[in-house]
């Protein structure tokens, strides 16, 4: 697909499709790299998204233990599920 390069104030730039935006999951905040004369556009993401309202939840149920050496947190799925 090409596209026309676009002056905007000072800088130049282009449009991108919203059909490829959607297919690569563009939303808002990209990373630019330029590699080998050629310009890679990646989606930020954020890998850690929702986990304040998590905390918050788990706090609420007083789900937010500390988990130290002495306490046993193994689970069914240990002995039934898990091969080595």
Do not use: C
């Not at 499709?17 to 080998?36: A, G, R, S, Y």
């Not at 004369?37 to 937010?64: E, H, L, T, V």
């Amino acid at each position: 697909m090409r596209a026309h390069i676009v002056k905007i104030g000072n800088s130049q730039g282009i449009r991108i499709p919203k059909p490829l935006l959607d297919q690569t999951d563009i939303k808002d905040d990209v990373e630019l790299e330029v590699n080998k004369n050629q310009i890679i556009i990646r989606p930020i993401s954020n890998p850690r998204a929702g986990w304040d309202n998590a905390f918050k939840s788990m706090a609420q149920n007083n789900d937010d233990a500390l988990i130290n050496g002495d306490d046993n947190i193994s689970h069914s799925w240990d002995d039934e599920e898990w091969q080595w």
